[in-house]
């Protein structure tokens, strides 16, 4: 069976860094302009929620195009980390659980985003293009006949 499932390991690296990506810059759109529509009340947000809503339209399609993936998505990975320690961990009791303090997505982003910085975007990105073109130095340029 793992040579079944490690085959397609790059292309299913490749659909989780996508789908995450576009769910991120969705999150922030959400807050940011409203779209796609939330429960959430609409009216002016707070900076930090400003912040955040710009951290995750940009980071979020960085890293679903893959464009400087490991900065965009440790990036993001931080905010994550901070989202749930400034608004869903309660200390007191059990509402540090995240399942209790409704901060499992925020937990979930925080690690997924980890786990993409360290490696690395892939296949399928504009990271793995830049770094297949090959770069003409001096060295290399001007051999003796």
């Given at each position: ?91 007191a009791g059990a ?5 209790v303090n409704k ?43």
């Amino acid at each position: 069976m793992p040579e079944v499932i490690g085959r397609l390991s790059p292309q299913a690296f490749a659909l989780l860094r996508l789908i995450s990506g576009v769910m991120f810059f969705l999150h922030g759109s959400q807050k940011f302009f409203g779209w796609p529509p939330s429960e959430q009340p609409g009216g002016a947000l707070p900076p930090i929620l400003v912040a955040a809503s710009w951290i995750e339209m940009v980071a979020g399609l960085m890293i679903a195009v893959g464009f400087f993936t490991g900065i965009a998505a440790l990036i993001a990975s931080g905010e994550m980390a901070a989202a749930y320690f400034m608004a869903h961990a309660k200390w007191a009791g059990a509402g540090w659980i995240p399942l209790v303090n409704k901060g499992e997505l925020a937990v979930l982003y925080c690690f997924v985003f980890l786990f993409i910085a360290a490696h690395g975007a892939g296949i399928w990105s504009v990271d793995n293009v830049l770094r297949r073109r090959s770069t003409v130095t001096a060295s290399t340029a001007a051999r003796p006949a």
